[in-house]
C-alpha cells in the first residue's frame, strides 16, 4: 500500500512540473522574450531556459514511467493471471491510449528537443531560410507536446476514477 501511495505521489507531483513547466513556457517565458526591452538576450534567455526544461523533463520522464509501472505492479495488474484481462478491459485500453501517447510524447519531444530546436540556433546565424524552418517546426513540435501532454492528464485522470472512453 506504501509503495503504490509513493508512486501515485510522485506520479502526479512529476506529470503537474511536466504539464505546468510547459504551460509556464507558454504563457510566461515567451511573451516575456518578446519584449523589446530584451532584443539583445532573447535568444540566449530561450536557448537557456530551454535547455534547463530539457534536462528536467527526461528525469521527469524516467519517474512518470517508474512510478507508472510501479503503480500497475503494486495493484496487481502486471501479474501473469491479471496481465491480460486488464489489458483487454475498457480502462485497461484506455492505459494502452495513455502510454501510446506517452511513447509518441516521447518522440516528439526528442524530436524537438535534440533536432529541431538544435538546429534552428544553428542557422540562426547562417541560413535565414533555415533558421525560419526549423523555428516554425520547432514551434509546431513544442504545440503538439503540450498538447499530447494535456490529452494524457486528462486520460490519466479518467482511468484513475475508472472511467472509459471505449
Known sequence: MWVYLICLVFHILSAMIWVGGMIFYVIVVMPVIRNPKLKDQKLTLLQLTALQFRSISYFLFILLITTGFGMLYTKGYLA???????????????FILKIGLFLLLLISSLYHDFVSGPKTFDFLEKDSVQYERYRKLSGYFGRLNLLLSLGITLLGILVSRGVSIF
Open 80 to 94: 501473469e493471471g491479471e496481465f491480460v484481462s486488464f489489458f483487454s478491459s475498457n480502462i485497461g485500453n484506455m
